[in-house]
Nanobody, 115 residues
């Protein structure tokens, strides 16, 4: 199982970014996926989740209405569209799945929101 995040960077407050998570080594379309983030000095927290079919999504309170999680099962890729970014969104963002009874994480992509 391999998860590779991309799309992070430096953005001004109010800006947008789209993160991608490319998955391989498992049948992507059969597994629920999640985005987590970890800010400096804080615990890793769940940002959003999406069911295997993409029909059900859930969001943490601080990002609800600003972030959108999606997936393209034909491309084995999950996305996180982040709009109206705030400095408190600054963190390393990780994609995650539970497959074969184990937790799998990507290496993360840094998102920095600053003027």
């Amino acid at each position: 199982v391999q998860l590779v995040e991309s799309g992070g960077g430096l953005v001004q407050p109010g800006g947008s970014l789209r993160l991608s998570c490319a998955a391989s080594g498992f049948t992507f379309s059969m597994y629920d996926m999640r985005w987590y983030r970890q800010a400096p000095g804080k615990e890793r927290e769940l940002v959003a989740s999406i069911r295997s079919t993409g029909g059900t999504t859930n969001y943490a309170g601080p990002v609800k209405g600003r972030f959108t999680i999606s997936r393209d099962n034909a491309k084995n890729t999950m996305y996180l569209q982040m709009n109206s970014l705030k400095p408190e969104d600054t963190a390393v963002y990780y994609c995650h799945t539970i497959a074969f009874n184990s937790n799998y994480w990507g290496r993360g992509t840094q998102v920095t929101v600053s003027s």
